[in-house]
């Protein structure tokens, strides 16, 4: 069975938002292209991301959950406005995103991040303190309309997902 249909079969009674649990290994982008010399060799390991999932039935629940929270904070909402995705084409009514990279078709799932989980990170699949890291690119995030309490999206390709744990199940992949 391919992954993507894997995934298709653990989320498939989504139904608006759920809570999930993600454990990941994702290549790390560095600096510098191929003159750094661990470009390509960094890897981090993530355990116990608290994530939501999303489908997007009705609306984007990106774009509500920011309006809520310009809401909350007493800020105009009309001061955010949604843009479109900038890679990769959304799935409709799916957490899912597909997207051709060097001609190939490829799958990513799209989480509201909650809480992120411990990070470990590899070079040449051995430990490395992240200060030791050459060319770490730091975190950036969207304005959203001036938002304190940012909303935090992250798409990861399916293949760089070890563990999903939703509706009281575990799944390893």
Do not use: C
Not at 3 to 17: C, P, Q, R, S, T
Not at 99 to 119: A, C, N, P, R
Request: hydrophobic share 35%.
């Amino acid at each position: 069975m391919k992954l993507e249909e894997k995934f298709g079969k653990i989320f498939a009674d989504v139904n608006g938002a759920s809570f999930v649990g993600v454990d990941t290994i994702t290549e790390v982008p560095l600096l510098d292209g191929k003159k750094n010399p661990m470009q390509g060799r960094v890897t981090k390991r993530t355990v116990g991301n608290s994530v939501m999932v999303f489908q997007n039935k009705k609306s984007s629940s990106y774009g509500d959950m920011v309006q809520r929270r310009l809401v909350a904070e007493g800020k105009d909402p009309a001061s955010f406005e949604l843009q479109p995705r900038t890679w990769g084409e959304r799935i409709p009514e799916t957490p899912f995103i597909s997207h051709v990279k060097d001609g190939e078709m490829q799958f990513y799932i799209e989480f509201i991040f909650l809480k992120g989980g411990k990070s470990t990170y590899f070079l040449d699949n051995a430990p490395i303190d992240e200060k030791d890291i050459i060319g770490l690119k730091p975190a950036t995030e969207s304005e959203q309309g001036g938002l304190e309490n940012k909303v935090i999206v992250r798409s990861f390709k399916l293949s760089s997902i070890e563990k999903v744990r939703i509706d009281g199940m575990e799944y390893v992949l």
